[in-house]
């Protein structure tokens, strides 16, 4: 049974950013529930008021243009995203992550901004969306504030998040649209799962770029490579990047050993796709 | 207490539902629809699979209040005793029922997948049944169940 709340559902994004502004330090806000809910039940949060993105029109927004590049609300489900023309067509790395994001019915519920705002290690979306330089969008009643992803999420579950605040949308710019990439993730089963270990690859006509997610306090993202980095020296950045550590899950000589590996075959991909921007 | 109308295998129902209650909850203990099963109640397990607007969904990861005006679908509604649906027959026929637990969850899932891919691939079924565990029959008939159906042209899935 879950603790106690209320349900609050705001029909617009004034009405919302009102009711944080009075109640945010008692508030969670809630879109697919697919980490709130598990950490309601679990007693790791007890927050007084459930309150609901999804009836305010401008969070359910999932644009494109050429020169604007992505852009993502809050409300915006996983599978909404992956199943996009122009991800699918410019932002392909997206895709491909997104669909290691748990379930196709978990990805129904679970929103892109709620993976990035709950700044787990793991999460599936925040290290493609580092590759791909993301900028996120803070609202609140008195204003907007906007900055990188990178400087958005600051440790484990931790985020530069406000009480009164929400992530209003996330942009993706066009630098890296149609770049060539891909994700390995280490999972303990065929099917669904956390991720142990995962890096992702993106590749421009000039530049590679390498996120490692799980294997630091925060999903890293590595600095620029030149393409013909040999695949020695993007390990040896990426070993001194990350300060994985054992857990259930595994241990940190394994982490280790896994982003190697991956690595090694993300960057065979890479070098075999066509089309790099 | 919030004030809910929805709409269950075609019937409507009003009621106050507790603003924290799932809407896994609501169906087994309000209304008495307890085809629908809660394992993990976290997301992992897929016995609570139900149909909400349209698109499958685990009802222990959904709010009771929030399917206020929807439809939702659940395993009451599909097939009947004397007359079962396509995919539940196959289920039967196929052996790929044991304990049960997971089946209902695993019908809808099924329901839902033929509905998006009418013919998916053997691999199709595999990603698609990848949010449901079943602890009995090691997945093998379960599949072969929703290949048949899948095979078959005009299935009423």
Known sequence: MLHEFSYIEPGSLSELLEFLAKYGPESAVFSGGTDLLISIRAGLEKPVYVVDLKKVPELQELNFGSKSGLSIGAAVNVNRVVEHEAVQSHYRILEIAGRELATFQLRNRATVIGNIVTASPCGDMSSPLLCLDAEVELLSASGSRSMLLKEFITGVKKTQIKPEEIVSKITVPTTFMDAAGGYEKLKRIKGHDLGVVAVTMIKTKKTMRVAVSSAAPTPVLLPDFVLDTPVAEIQKVAQAAISPIDDVRCTKEYRRFMVDIYIRRLLEEVQHERGAA | ?157
Do not use: W
Not at chain 2, 24 to 45: H, I, M, P, S, V
């Open chain 2, 1 to 157: 207490m919030k004030s809910v109308k929805v709409t269950i295998n075609g019937r409507l129902y009003e009621r106050e539902v507790a603003e924290h209650k799932t809407l896994l909850r609501f169906l087994r203990d309000d209304l008495g629809l307890t085809g629908t099963k809660e394992g993990c109640g976290a997301g992992e397990c897929g016995a609570c699979m139900i149909i909400m607007n349209g698109v499958s969904v685990n009802s222990c990861m959904v709010l009771a209040a929030e399917a206020n005006g929807a439809e939702i679908e659940t395993v009451e509604g599909v097939g009947t005793n004397d007359e079962l649906s396509a995919l539940q027959d196959s289920f039967h026929r196929h052996h790929a029922v044991q304990c049960g637990f997971c089946t209902p969850g695993m019908i809808m899932t099924a329901t839902d997948l033929l509905r998006r891919t009418p013919h998916p691939s053997r691999e199709e079924i595999k990603d698609g049944i990848e949010g449901n565990f079943c602890r009995c029959t090691g997945y093998e008939q379960i599949i072969e169940a929703i290949e048949d159906v899948a095979g078959t042209e005009d299935s009423h899935a």
